[in-house]
Structure formats: C-alpha cells, structure tokens
C-alpha cells in the first residue's frame, strides 16, 4: 500500500493551491480517503474525507467553503483543491486511508490504516 502526496508550495495569503494524493496497492473504492495536516507543536486535524465509493465529502469548519476534495478513481487519485488560503493553513498535509469505505462525522479520530508522508503547504501573509 502506498499514498504519495504532492502540491505543497510556499503561497500567499488569499493563493491557492491543488494537493494530490496518488495511491496503489488496495481496492481504491474499499477506503474512505481523509486529508489530515499538522503544523509545528499541534496535533494532527482531519480537514476533509472524502468516500471514494459515492464521493460524498465532509469538511472541518476550519476550511468549510474554502478546501474541495475530489477523487479520479480511475487514476487511484485524490485531489485537495484550496483556496482563499490562510497563514493559519500553514501545515503538514498528508492523506490516509480509514479501515472503512464511508467517512461519517467521526473521520478525523477513526482508525487509519495507511498513511503518507505529506506535503509541505506554507502560507505566508
């Protein structure tokens, strides 16, 4: 199983910028997919999941009208389309697999079976 993220940039403040999450290895429709980040002496926020069976997506109200997940499943591909980006977006942002294929609203604290290593996003203001 592998998840590689990609996009991560230096931005500025109000920019945008598009992460992409390439996997192999699972049932790309068999996980819910969820973009985590983690800035510098904070824990780790689920910023958006994303069911790859229907592509029903939920949002933290942190990004809520201002990140879009989307996924190609013909490429095993998830997408994280942000914009109106903040200093506070600043982060880690990696994605990961959850041991089952819906989100439902407790996605940011479920078990995850797979992670990557993540991407830099920085924002500056």
């Known amino acids: 199983v592998q998840l590689v993220e990609s996009g991560g940039s230096l931005v500025q403040a109000g920019g945008s910028l598009r992460l992409t999450c390439a996997t192999s290895g699972f049932r790309f429709d068999d996980y819910a997919i969820v973009w985590f980040r983690q800035a510098p002496g904070k824990e780790p926020e689920g910023v958006s999941c994303?069911?790859?069976?229907?592509?029903?997506?939920v949002y933290a109200d942190s990004v809520k009208g201002r990140f879009t997940a989307a996924n190609d499943n013909a490429k095993r591909t998830m997408y994280l389309q942000m914009t109106n980006l903040k200093p506070e977006d600043t982060a880690v942002y990696y994605c990961?697999?959850?041991?089952?294929?819906?989100?439902?609203?407790?996605?940011?604290?479920?078990?995850?079976?797979?992670r990557g290593q993540g991407t830099q996003v920085t924002v500056s203001s």
């Open positions: 994303l069911s790859t069976t229907d592509g029903m997506a």
């Open positions: 990961a697999t959850l041991y089952r294929p819906r989100c439902y609203s407790d996605y940011a604290t479920a078990e995850v079976t797979h």
